[in-house]
């Protein structure tokens, strides 16, 4: 069952402000997610969520606030410190090796986690060859249950779309997030593609024990897998709660449909 963000905080933003130059694109944005949750993370364009993402995986550190994972703040910590604490990300444009397998994707995001030092590789220890077959292993186990495993030893390059898509999010749970960053995944899927997602998005959550922050335009996700979403507009939240709540929430509307709102 999903925890609740107020019971045990996973992800806690607090007063986290963005600026560059004289854009303030986060302005005191504050939420919790809990273990287990679904955070729909909403907002028209312009909005703030991507940076937000960026602030959460540390490619920015805030000007002001901050951000704690398990209680512990992770700024200044870089990127792949980060990604070691257990945060994986998908981004906007798909960030894969294009002549590279499945397989070989995959596997990078799996050797952030790996302990062999230079040497033990150098010298093919005994323990360097068994860790690499639980790689192997893992990535195996991963490409089977998000249905890849037809094309794990093709080439990313070629491949149609939505299955990249999919591939790019192997390689975002490669290192076994406990945190999972989504940022636009349904971007470019048809309907039948965007249904398959929702599905495996909440699969995500209820068989691998995952939480996930989830940035997207597509409504009909959002709300339908989300448990709670957080709505910002020119940076500043302006509603959180239920999808059935923030859909009729009259700073929503206006923020997506009024004269005076929409970012471009």
Same mark, same amino acid.
């Given at each position: 069952?999903?925890?609740?963000?107020?019971? &045990?905080? %996973? !992800? /806690?933003? =607090?007063?986290?402000?963005?600026?560059?130059?004289?854009? +303030? $694109?986060?302005?005191? *944005?504050?939420?919790?997610?809990?273990?287990?949750?679904?955070?729909?993370?909403?907002?028209?364009?312009?909005?703030?969520?991507?940076?937000?993402?960026?602030?959460?995986?540390?490619?920015?550190?805030?000007?002001?606030? &901050?951000? %704690? !994972? /398990?209680? =512990?703040?992770?700024?200044?910590?870089?990127?792949?410190? +980060? $990604?070691?604490?257990? *945060?994986?990300?998908?981004?906007?444009?798909?960030?894969?090796?294009?002549?590279?397998?499945?397989?070989?994707?995959?596997?990078?995001?799996?050797?952030?986690?790996?302990?062999?030092?230079?040497?033990?590789?150098?010298?093919?220890?005994?323990?360097?060859? =068994?860790?690499?077959?639980?790689?192997?292993?893992?990535?195996?186990?991963?490409?089977?249950?998000?249905?890849?495993?037809?094309?794990?030893?093709?080439?990313?390059?070629?491949?149609?779309?939505?299955?990249?898509?999919?591939?790019?999010?192997?390689?975002?749970?490669?290192?076994?997030?406990?945190?999972?960053?989504?940022?636009?995944?349904?971007?470019?899927?048809?309907?039948?593609?965007?249904?398959?997602?929702?599905?495996?998005?909440?699969?995500?959550?209820?068989?691998?024990?995952?939480?996930?922050?989830?940035?997207?335009?597509?409504?009909?996700?959002?709300?339908?897998?989300?448990?709670?979403?957080?709505?910002?507009?020119?940076?500043?939240?302006?509603?959180?709660?239920?999808?059935?709540?923030?859909?009729?929430?009259?700073?929503?509307?206006?923020?997506?449909?009024?004269?005076?709102?929409?970012?471009?």
């Amino acid at each position: 069952m999903p925890g609740t963000a107020a019971q &045990s905080p %996973l !992800l /806690a933003v =607090r007063d986290v402000t963005m600026r560059f130059g004289g854009i +303030v $694109a986060l302005d005191h *944005v504050s939420f919790d997610i809990g273990d287990g949750e679904i955070v729909g993370l909403i907002g028209p364009n312009g909005a703030g969520k991507t940076t937000l993402f960026n602030c959460v995986s540390q490619l920015y550190t805030p000007n002001e606030g &901050s951000v %704690l !994972l /398990a209680g =512990r703040s992770i700024l200044g910590l870089g990127p792949h410190r +980060v $990604a070691a604490l257990g *945060v994986g990300r998908t981004f906007q444009n798909l960030a894969l090796f294009s002549t590279l397998t499945v397989m070989q994707n995959v596997m990078i995001g799996i050797h952030a986690r790996t302990h062999s030092g230079f040497l033990a590789n150098a010298l093919r220890l005994s323990s360097v060859r =068994r860790e690499e077959r639980q790689m192997h292993d893992a990535a195996m186990e991963l490409l089977a249950f998000l249905e890849l495993t037809a094309v794990a030893h093709h080439p990313a390059a070629g491949l149609p779309f939505g299955t990249l898509k999919r591939v790019e999010l192997a390689r975002a749970m490669a290192g076994h997030p406990r945190l999972l960053l989504l940022d636009e995944p349904a971007g470019g899927l048809n309907h039948e593609e965007v249904g398959a997602l929702a599905q495996l998005v909440r699969e995500i959550r209820d068989r691998r024990a995952v939480t996930v922050l989830l940035v997207e335009h597509h409504m009909s996700l959002v709300m339908q897998v989300s448990d709670r979403v957080v709505v910002l507009d020119f940076g500043r939240k302006i509603a959180e709660g239920p999808p059935t709540t923030v859909q009729k929430n009259p700073d929503v509307i206006r923020a997506y449909l009024g004269t005076d709102g929409a970012a471009g």
